[in-house]
């Protein structure tokens, strides 16, 4: 079984910084791409910055330039730096991971269950 947890979430004023973690375990052969997304209220949730395992990174247009993505291979683990915080930032974060269990398994896609950002004007 793989689990995706979620931490660093918080609350925080527009214009500070949090730092997400999200570490995979479990039954783990490789992790190839993971990502965060978010999930506001009344919104769709939305991808917020993925990195291939290589370090490639890709980026939501609002968040680009605030926001980091990054990864330790080791550790199984996708990190989420997040700089000059808008209130608009406020959601649930979501860690997305794709894992194959065995050598010979499917890549399958795992979520997180997810860690609240909330930022105060």
């Known amino acids: 079984q793989v689990q995706l947890v979620e931490s660093g979430g918080g609350l925080v004023q527009a214009g500070g910084s949090l730092r997400l973690s999200c570490a995979a375990s479990g039954s783990i052969f490789s992790v190839s791409i993971m990502a965060w997304y978010r999930q506001a209220p009344g919104k769709q949730r939305e991808l917020v910055a993925l990195i291939s395992r290589g370090g490639a990174s890709s980026y939501a247009d609002s968040m680009k330039g605030r926001f980091t993505i990054s990864r330790d291979n080791a550790k199984n683990t996708v990190y989420l730096q997040m700089n000059s915080l808008k209130p608009e930032d406020t959601a649930v974060y979501y860690c997305?991971?794709?894992?194959?269990?065995?050598?010979?398994?499917?890549?399958?896609?795992?979520w997180g269950q997810g860690t609240q950002v909330t930022v105060s004007s």
């Open positions: 997305n991971a794709g894992v194959r269990v065995t050598e010979t398994a499917s890549m399958n896609n795992h």
